[in-house]
């Protein structure tokens, strides 16, 4: 992103034309990060609370006052009988730099010996399933699609959440690669799309296997590479083969005849890039999907060609020094608490996280009170009386009107940062453009100042910003041979010394404790887990829940609106005005039957909450699933609810991550 400064106030915010892979261009949502950035709601100076809880009544103090408050009052939990593990930390991507997002923050609740959080919300069910089978989170390299003869975009929606990726696409279609969306949605993607299989929720594994058992039996498999590469080929054709077309078509919806093809035009495809996204692993087998999924490209030996593979992310080829950057050596044994828990953590301890009752919650990066699941159950814990709540934010989001103290943090164009990707493979050097707006300042400084408030007196503490690049940088492994903190100040962003084109397992090589990639994972076993590929009805369906799929009959979908990226930009006047207000898509079947008409204002609901919104009837949902473009916060939604009063806290397979989307609900016409 470059920036244009005119008498210290940035003016404009573009693309970078020589980026190879961002080509010059952003997306709709950080085109506006000017407008953000100078928002006339920025908080500029920290405030305390005046007011009840949640009424978002706040006084101004400074910043000496603010800090010798939270230092008093995390001290003297700390001091109490439950200990520094009753303070939580909180936070997630809302600043997805290193040195923003996970350096001084983590040194402090380190040395504190504060609770652990496992960030588990977006991500972890996919990485771990990645894990199981190639080793590792990493995958072949999108700037390759143009060599692609087949493209799968599978539960992904390109245009909106990975925009840079759509140009390669578009070579490959131009070169005469068919694009197949797969996807219980027509999505703005879907629908520059050659074909849109609208597959239902949460059976990607079920259709994979389909796919499996079709080219294992017309032998559209490259033999030599699995020979070579893989391990437990016998035992992936016996599970393949308890998946016919046939019953495959009775699980996801998909015509057994288009699983047939599907399957025959990627076997015979040389070089077929798949790309998954974060969306097809939010429900109860979400780890095992993409498992599943992941060992495609090693049955037709794709991996072996340029445009060949599949790719979640490219994050683990990212091999920054985080254990010097965030020393978790620091840290006593203490409890770890999963975030999409948080309901759980605050209101009954006693419901797994076990340990002492939760007395502080620092957030920053995140605004829990509208992306945590169960929001009904995390808004009672932030209403506690007895919960000390401290909030890092650029505005006075739905979490900071629960808290005591907020504190007023940078964005991106006022301080320092290194940036990873996960869909390409380039370093990025954020550097200040602009003085902090206010009385703003770094998350990383925050948390230098609160360790000294607290007499945290440790070396680790007075590391600047710089140095943190610099340690991230210096302890990273081969791939960051020649990326140095100088090469990024002149160019402000490198290639990882990766090889061009960047085939990971054309040879094999894959980082399992086997070497291959592992089509059965002791691992697995080891954890109690079936060892292969296989299908996990949701939680909520009606295989594993029949008479709640009778209450509640439909699946419901949430995930981001165009304009907004999860709850941030939600308030930025003209992305807001574009996404008009809450909205559920819903099939014409499932809308004539509950007199549901287009533009009338429903109800959604389910035994844990319900929100309001108007209704799109439109036949760009599968039947039997709707749609709730999200995530808004309360306080710009008509009720002052949203989709998440609706989502559970339950866990997926592997990882630990959150069923968003493993969700059924009712929807009735609203008086």
């Not at 490259?222 to 020979?227: A, F, G, L, N, V």
């Not at 016919?244 to 015979?268: L, Q």
């Not at 939604?637 to 339950?650: C, F, L, W």
């Not at 866990?651 to 630990?656: F, R, S, V």
Request: charged share 20%; hydrophobic share 40%; glycine share 8%.
């Amino acid at each position: 992103m470059l920036v244009t400064v005119e008498n210290g106030r940035a003016t404009r915010v573009a693309g970078d034309p020589e980026h190879p892979f961002t080509q010059g261009f952003l997306c709709a949502k950080v085109n506006r990060y000017v407008e953000r950035t100078y928002h006339a709601d920025r908080l500029t100076q920290p405030l305390r609370r005046v007011g009840a809880k949640g009424r978002g009544a706040f006084e101004p103090i400074s910043w000496d006052d603010a800090l010798d408050e939270i230092a008093a009052r995390l001290t003297e939990i700390a001091r109490s009988a439950h200990g520094p593990q009753a303070i939580l930390p909180y936070s997630y991507a809302g600043t997805m730099g290193l040195v923003q997002g996970a350096s001084m923050d983590r040194r402090f609740f380190h040395l504190l010996g504060a609770s652990k959080l496992d960030r588990t919300i977006c991500s972890m069910a996919g990485t771990v399933g990645m894990r199981m089978t190639v080793g590792a989170n990493i995958g072949a390299d999108a700037e390759g699609i143009p060599d692609s003869d087949l493209v799968l975009l599978w539960g992904t929606n390109t245009l909106t959440s990975n925009p840079h990726l759509w140009p390669f696409v578009l070579e490959a279609k131009r070169k005469g690669a068919p694009i197949i969306a797969i996807d219980p949605l027509r999505t703005r993607t879907a629908q520059q799309c050659d074909e849109w299989i609208p597959i239902r929720p949460g059976t990607d594994a079920a259709f994979a296997l389909g796919l499996m058992h079709v080219l294992f039996a017309d032998e559209l498999v490259d033999q030599d590479y699995m020979e070579r590469y893989t391990l437990g080929e016998a035992e992936l054709r016996a599970r393949a083969a308890e998946y016919p077309p046939e019953r495959v078509a009775g699980i996801t919806g998909i015509a057994a005849s288009t699983v047939v093809d599907v399957a025959r035009r990627y076997g015979r495809a040389r070089a077929a890039f798949i790309r998954v996204n974060y969306g097809l692993q939010r429900h109860a087998g979400g780890g095992m999907a993409v498992r599943t999924i992941a060992c495609l490209p090693a049955i037709t030996g794709h991996w072996r060609r340029a445009g060949g593979g599949v790719q979640l992310s490219t994050s683990a080829n990212f091999t920054f020094d985080r254990a010097t950057v965030e020393r978790p050596d620091l840290s006593p044994p203490v409890r770890t608490i999963n975030m999409i828990r948080l309901g759980e953590a605050l209101t009954r301890p006693d419901a797994g996280v076990g340990g002492p009752p939760v007395r502080a919650l620092v957030v920053y990066n995140s605004n829990p009170a509208a992306v945590a699941p169960d929001r009904t159950m995390v808004l009672t814990g932030l209403a506690r009386s007895d919960l000390f709540t401290v909030v890092l934010e650029h505005f006075q989001t739905d979490t900071a009107d629960w808290a005591d103290i907020v504190l007023p943090a940078t964005t991106q164009l006022e301080h320092w940062d290194l940036h990873l990707s996960y869909g390409h493979h380039y370093v990025a050097l954020n550097q200040p453009a602009i003085p902090p707006v206010g009385d703003a300042k770094p998350n990383s400084e925050i948390f230098r100042l609160l360790g000294a408030r607290m007499g945290l007196d440790h070396a680790v503490m007075r590391d600047d910003d710089q140095t943190l690049i610099r340690q991230a940088l210096e302890g990273g492994g081969r791939n960051l041979n020649g990326v140095t903190f100088e090469a990024l100040l002149e160019r402000g962003w490198m290639r990882l010394a990766v090889p061009r084109p960047y085939l990971p397992f054309a040879h094999g090589g894959f980082l399992t404790p086997s070497g291959r990639c592992e089509f059965v994972s002791e691992r697995l076993a080891d954890m109690g887990l079936d060892p292969l590929p296989t299908y996990t009805p949701p939680y909520e369906s009606p295989e594993r829940a029949p008479e709640l799929a009778q209450r509640f009959p439909l699946t419901l979908i949430s995930s981001p609106a165009h304009q907004f990226l999860n709850s941030t930009f939600v308030n930025v006047d003209v992305l807001r005005r574009a996404a008009r207000e809450p909205e559920l898509v819903i099939h014409p079947a499932d809308a004539a039957p509950r007199d549901i008409v287009p533009g009338s204002r429903v109800l959604v609901h389910n035994d844990r909450g319900e929100f309001l919104a108007i209704a799109r009837v439109e036949d760009g949902v599968r039947e039997g699933t709707v749609w709730a473009p999200s995530i808004w916060w309360g306080k710009f939604a008509a009720d002052g609810r949203n989709a998440n009063h609706t989502t559970s806290q339950r866990e997926t397979d592997l990882g630990h991550g959150p069923v968003f989307y493993d969700n059924l609900v009712e929807v009735t016409p609203a008086d």
